[in-house]
């Protein structure tokens, strides 16, 4: 492998955990004194969402710095998984709501997610 490619591969993966990160505390700012009922999380990914559409695009560094985040994503999966492994009990005796509610929380934003790359796939590719 080139170091000098590592290097800056390494370099932009700290800058998009930082940038991640302001987003982040920012949006905790927020939380904090003014949309108390909206998690940090949430107004975060707002923030930059909103960020990189005023862009226009994702930028070339950001995009760059995550493919290293993106192939090992499925890590950022185990911590729910184990939260939900701890309270079995309790997930399996409400089975049919926690489905409802996964199957939900999962086709909404999936169909929300589809209308907006319709509409921005049509304003493309005028």
Known sequence: MNWR???R????????AVLLWAYYAG???LHR?????VPAAVIGMLLL??????YGR???WIERGLQPWLRHFTLFLLPPTVGVLA???QVRAQAGPFLVTLLLATLIP??????VFRALSRRWSR
């Not at 591969?9 to 998009?16: D, P, T």
């Not at 004194?33 to 009922?37: A, C, K, Q, R």
Request: net charge negative.
């Open 33 to 37: 004194h003014l949309l108390v009922m």
């Open 87 to 89: 309270v079995w009990p």
């Open 5 to 7: 490619h590592h290097g």
């Open 58 to 60: 994702v930028p070339l």
């Open 49 to 54: 969402f909103v960020t990189l559409l005023l």
């Open 9 to 16: 591969q390494v370099l932009e993966s700290l800058a998009v």
């Open 27 to 29: 949006a905790d700012l």
């Open 110 to 115: 999936l169909y929300f997610g589809a209308q």
